[in-house]
């Protein structure tokens, strides 16, 4: 196993070459746009106001409407980065809220989406995965993508809840 000198040593490599900085920086920027274009589309929605970049394993934002919002609930928008790929992730407001859910969710056998395996140490109760492999060549193309995805998993959160 490398020390973690060595790895510094390689990161710093990495980001003298100039990729790593440039595409990170790009991939962050998407981000954001995508952020305000949905803030900007959906103004009774809920958009946080500001980004998690987190450290390099996951970045995200959350984007969710009032009928989720007063059930403590919401929706994250996730960009994976060791599987490079984007999901939305129903969650809760704090750890009570996300059992209370993901124990309604798992008791009556919905399994339309991904449910977790367990609440602990992790921060979400359902998940899917929007875009495997985005095309980051065509941005409005995959803004669409994530757009329309987000909007029907939400809907179909918001109809199960409804009956539920």
């Not at 490599?13 to 995508?34: N, P, S, T, V």
Request: hydrophobic share 35%; proline share 2%.
């Amino acid at each position: 196993m490398e020390s973690f000198h060595e790895y510094i040593i390689e990161y710093r490599e990495q980001l003298e070459k100039g990729a790593i900085k440039k595409a990170y920086r790009g991939l962050m920027e998407y981000i954001m746009d995508l952020r305000t274009h949905l803030k900007n589309k959906y103004p009774d929605y809920f958009v946080s106001g500001s980004i998690y970049y987190g450290y390099m394993d996951m970045t995200y934002f959350s984007f969710f409407p009032k009928s989720l919002k007063v059930r403590n609930l919401k929706i994250a928008i996730v960009f994976i980065h060791d599987t490079f790929r984007f999901e939305v992730w129903l969650a809760g407001s704090n750890k009570q809220v996300q059992q209370k859910y993901w124990n309604l969710i798992k008791e009556s056998h919905w399994n339309k989406y991904h449910i977790v395996s367990t609440t602990k140490g992790v921060d979400s109760i359902v998940e899917y995965i929007l875009v495997d492999n985005p095309d980051f060549s065509d941005l409005d193309t995959l803004t669409n993508q994530i757009e329309i995805e987000s909007l029907k998993f939400i809907e179909d959160v918001e109809s199960f809840l409804s009956k539920n």
